[in-house]
């Protein structure tokens, strides 16, 4: 069974950092692309970060210049580096990816982790 787990979350100050993380577990043949989503209360779930399983990026443009998103395929993991964070990107962040698993290719989706960002 394949889990994706998020961890770093939590509460900090604007123009501070944080590092969320996400781990693939499972009977996992091969990760594609992993991305990052980010859900604010009362808003729709909208894509922040993605990076192929060649390493090529993509930001979303609310997180251009301030976020940087990696991957450490030996350890199932992409991870999400935040930098300069503003109060409008605190929201439950979710990672996703694309990955191949019992002979299928299919995307899974973790729970969440929270981040808070005060003013």
């Known amino acids: 069974q394949v889990q994706l787990v998020e961890s770093g979350g939590g509460l900090v100050q604007a123009g501070g950092s944080l590092r969320i993380s996400c781990v693939a577990s499972?009977?996992?043949?091969?990760?594609?692309?992993m991305r990052w989503y980010r859900q604010a209360p009362g808003k729709q779930r909208e894509l922040v970060a993605v990076?192929?399983?060649?390493?090529?990026?993509n930001y979303a443009d609310s997180g251009k210049g301030r976020f940087t998103i990696s991957r450490d395929n030996a350890k199932n993991a992409v991870y999400l580096q935040m930098n300069s964070l503003k109060p409008e990107d605190t929201a439950v962040y979710y990672c996703?990816?694309?990955?191949?698993?019992?002979?299928?290719?299919?995307?899974?989706w973790g729970r969440g982790t929270q981040v808070t960002v005060s003013s």
């Open positions: 499972g009977s996992i043949f091969s990760i594609l692309d």
């Open positions: 996703n990816a694309d990955l191949k698993a019992g002979g299928t290719i299919r995307d899974y």
């Open positions: 990076v192929t399983s060649g390493g090529s990026t």
